[in-house]
């Protein structure tokens, strides 16, 4: 009911085109991308079920349509190993995002994902710093803990003299 959210039935990615997504079990898990045992061993309820067609797009091509005129944008991506492709697509986005929370493995869950290091290093570069983490996804068998969320804010002194 609130007049501010908009739905928008696509997956964000660094390309237009369609792609085929992993439904799983639960409502977490969900992927672009095939999921490795170690996340299967964790959390079984995961497994995939199915899998459906899904339209990709970028943040950048999206960008002034969701944020017209907004300011301190906060930018929260959840996309099951999927992270470092959104931030591709969002290249000219990020000058205009302050904050991004991102969901970071410590250890491979989805194939061909990058990890907790690839990801920080990616933010820095674009000038970010971390701020906070929060847990996010463990091993209740082990204790392992196997994904955090990243918070990182924009160093807008870090940018330019």
């Not at 990616?122 to 906070?132: A, D, E």
Request: hydrophobic share 40%; glycine share 8%; net charge negative.
């Amino acid at each position: 009911g609130d007049k501010n959210w908009h739905a928008f039935n696509l997956a964000l990615g660094d390309e237009q085109c369609v792609r085929t997504i992993n439904i799983s079990a639960n409502s977490e898990s969900s992927s672009l991308l095939a999921m490795l045992s170690a996340h299967l061993q964790a959390a079984p309820q995961s497994k995939y079920i199915g899998s459906e067609q899904v339209h990709l797009n970028t943040l950048d091509n999206i960008f002034e349509q969701v944020c017209i005129g907004a300011k301190n944008i906060y930018l929260k991506i959840d996309t099951q190993g999927y992270e470092s492709q959104v931030l591709r697509g969002a290249a000219r986005s990020l000058a205009s995002i302050d904050t991004i929370q991102l969901e970071m493995s410590l250890t491979p869950l989805y194939a061909g994902q990058p990890l907790f290091d690839h990801l920080c290093a990616n933010l820095l570069q674009r000038g970010y710093r971390l701020v906070g983490l929060e847990n996010n996804f463990g091993d209740a068998k082990t204790g392992r803990l196997l994904q955090v969320d990243g918070i990182f804010h924009r160093d807008r002194d870090a940018l330019c003299p």
